[in-house]
């Protein structure tokens, strides 16, 4: 007797996997007005964990404010569960601070859930995706385990590291996704089937301790920030958390590292198991010994995983060594001699698309209708995901809408530096956004993403009427402050040159703007108010905006002339799909590198590694004298 499949319910935008992608592009689609649909493996697995139980740091933490700024969730979750809060890099500048929260990862998952439960326009479904329903070069929906049939005018994937995930332990290994999880198998034969190319990335996490089997006295505390912060922009100072939890710090020895090179021939990273590319950036601690061997040591976290666990993440102690030998691994290590491991560490192995195969609204251009976003675009760490979660799911809706795309420049967020980094460049290993990867870093900044991207969110419609008020007044109160004080003159006086002395700036010779005093290096805000009457209240974040502008106005507007060039650049369009082969001049590698990812603009295709100022001097005469052939 033949069953007849399934037909469900038809919707205007699926997403396939509730990571921290999925979630963001689920929310981004229902709260633009889509008919949306979640369907994911595991619903007690929504924006779970697997590895650190943390958001945010340098660039990340970033992310996850742009993410906000757009209308996302991330920086509003995390601030209704971190156990730590912690500003890094407040010794440096602007450009390179970055928060970062220890979150409690039971209470994360819980609270991201209720939220996409409670979301008009979105069905949250526990489901295996196994293909696609394609139509005409389109996406048409999607086919499940059970035979199901599910369409939309868009869909999402973001199936993270369960794409035919496989995890090692040593001489271990099984198919699995992380933490044990269902792993997706079906779904990257569909892909394949469909002609795009995949490859292999391995990424790893460390072992779970008993916090109660940790001797503390042995290691350093790192106490959370008294000074409140938050990651949204929403979030008021009054609910800062004062009763954070600690995190530890201890390192490994001599002793450790013996066990680890006594061992490498059952190290699968250095055994040949391992075939998948690991993270640079996030090396396993048998790599690290091997990598430095000249270090005696290396810097461990120990991070609490929440309130209600005694589990222990031991950070930057990432291994695949097996189970025995990481037990002797910890027992080495300062405060661990007694620890009991809860879970091994493990490798994880996973399927991911050449990123190079997507536009900058993250769609495929092998198959319409269909977007990726998170690892299986070959990136790693929840916070680049959660950024590609919300554009994906943006461009979703828009399509589902018959509107034009939405992207991001390199200017305008480290969202835009990190798609266009996948799409133009592609990634050999698991992409970690780095600050150092954004050119205009002193443009996006921590502190003023609210600034560049919440005008965006609210057309959008993603920013709700009280927030973009609440904007607007902050928007305001910025430029009412700087005309302030570009109006207000500072006199020579004793007190002045006293103050000044003090700090070991040199006296006034002339009355002098207090904006351009400011400017002075040992002259805060605060400093200013005994030397102008009638100072006022001003909201801190105000103060912050006001004093970035002011003392790095020359840095700025040096960054802008930059841009203005960048913009110049990008607007010069190259004609879709020409024939590079045709053009006579330009290199063999640039080519190659041309043809493969297909550049849209002059600027991107200045960015293509292998491409050189020659071969875009060539290029850019064939556009304009019209010579250009196209592919077939």
């Known amino acids: 007797m033949t069953v007849p499949a399934y037909t469900g319910e038809d919707y205007d935008v699926i997403v ?8 963001e592009a689920a929310l981004a689609a229902a709260r633009m007005g889509q008919k949306t649909m979640l369907i994911t493996l595991n619903l007690e697995m929504v924006a779970f964990m697997p590895c650190n139980p943390s958001v945010g740091g340098p660039a990340k933490g970033i992310v996850v404010r742009e993410v906000d700024a757009l209308g996302g969730q991330m920086g509003k979750n995390i601030d209704a ?8 890099n407040t010794g440096k500048g602007p450009a390179v601070r970055a928060l970062r929260a220890q979150a409690d990862k039971n209470a994360y998952h819980r609270v991201m859930k209720d939220t996409l439960e409670n979301t008009p326009n979105l069905t949250l479904r526990q489901g295996m995706a196994t293909d696609l329903i394609v139509e005409d070069g389109q996406c048409r929906g999607i086919v499940t385990n059970t035979g199901a049939r599910y369409r939309a005018k868009a869909v999402v994937l973001t199936a993270g590291t369960s794409s035919r995930g496989k995890i090692i332990i040593g001489e271990l290994m099984y198919s699995s996704g992380p933490n044990n999880s269902i792993p997706s198998i079906k779904l990257s034969e569909s892909l394949e089937h469909l002609g795009f190319k995949l490859r292999r990335f391995k990424t790893g996490t460390p072992p779970r301790v008993n916090g109660h089997t940790i001797d503390y006295d042995q290691t350093q505390e790192e106490p959370g920030d008294k000074t409140p912060n938050a990651f949204s922009f929403t979030t008021k100072d009054e609910d800062y958390l004062k009763d954070q939890m600690s995190c530890w710090m201890t390192y490994t020895n001599e002793e450790t590292h013996k066990i680890i090179r006594a061992n490498l021939k059952r190290a699968p990273m250095f055994s040949g198991v391992i075939k998948g590319v690991g993270p640079r950036y996030c090396p396993s601690i048998e790599d690290k010994v091997v990598r430095f061997a000249d270090k005696p040591r290396h810097q461990i976290f120990l ?9 222990y993440y031991v950070g930057d102690f990432s291994t695949s060594m097996p189970e025995e030998i990481q037990q002797k691994m910890l027992h080495s290590v300062a405060g661990l001699q007694h620890a009991q491991m809860m879970r091994p560490g493990y490798a994880i192995e996973y399927d991911v698309i050449e990123p190079w195969q ?11 209708n269909l977007f990726t976003a998170g690892q299986m675009n070959g990136t790693s760490g929840y916070e680049e995901a959660a950024g590609q979660g919300i554009m994906a799911g943006i461009n979703a809706a828009l399509r589902a809408q018959g509107k034009p795309g939405f992207t991001l420049g390199r200017d305008e967020a480290y969202i835009g530096v990190m798609i266009d980094d996948l799409v133009t460049k592609g990634t050999n290993e698991p992409y970690r956004l780095l600050t150092s990867r954004a050119e205009y870093r002193l443009i996006l900044r921590h502190d003023n993403a609210d600034l560049r991207l919440t005008a965006k969110g609210r057309a959008l419609g993603l920013i709700d009427d009280a927030r973009f008020a609440a904007f607007e007044e902050k928007k305001r109160a910025i430029a009412a402050e ?7 003159r500072i006199k020579p006086s004793q007190a002045v040159d006293d103050f000044l002395a003090s700090k070991g700036g040199a006296p006034l010779k002339d009355g002098i703007l207090a904006s351009d005093f400011l400017k002075r290096p040992e002259v805060s805000y605060a400093d200013l108010a005994q030397f102008m009457p009638d100072h006022p209240a001003v909201d801190r974040r105000v103060v912050e905006q006001v004093t970035i502008q002011i003392k790095y106005a020359g840095y700025i507007a040096k960054e802008q002339q930059k841009i203005e060039r960048l913009h110049r650049l990008e607007a010069k369009r190259i004609p879709a799909r020409i024939d590079y082969n045709a053009i006579n001049g330009i290199a063999t590698e640039a080519r190659q590198k041309l043809t493969k990812i297909q550049p849209e603009t002059i600027a991107q295709a200045e960015r293509i590694s292998g491409v050189n100022p020659a071969d875009i001097a060539i290029l ?9 052939a196209k592919v077939g």
């Open 81 to 88: 569960t971190y156990i730590q809060m912690r500003m890094l």
């Open 620 to 628: 850019s005469v064939y556009i304009e004298q019209g010579k250009i």
């Open 358 to 368: 997507l536009t900058h609204t993250l769609e495929t251009k092998r198959v319409k």
């Open 16 to 23: 396939v996997g509730a990571g921290h992608a999925g979630s």
């Open 482 to 488: 700087l005309a302030r004080l570009q109006s207000i």
């Open 303 to 311: 991070e609490p995983e929440g309130r209600d666990t005694s589990e």
